[in-house]
């Protein structure tokens, strides 16, 4: 099978702001490989201005 994730969108970021609330929210998705050669989702969320939480 060819190599057709190259072709496709493979990282997200989102943010959710409103200082009503004082919500400043970002949330990143990524689509990588990991040492074994399979597909991995990592997730990164957080504050905006501080560092976020990673998962995978």
Do not use: E
């Amino acid at each position: 099978m060819p190599d057709a994730a190259r072709f496709f969108l493979n990282a997200a970021h989102l943010q959710s702001m409103d200082p009503a609330r004082n919500r400043a929210r970002f949330y990143t998705m990524d689509v990588v490989r990991d040492l074994f050669g399979a597909w991995v989702l990592v997730k990164l969320r957080g504050r905006i201005g501080m560092s976020g939480c990673s998962s995978t």
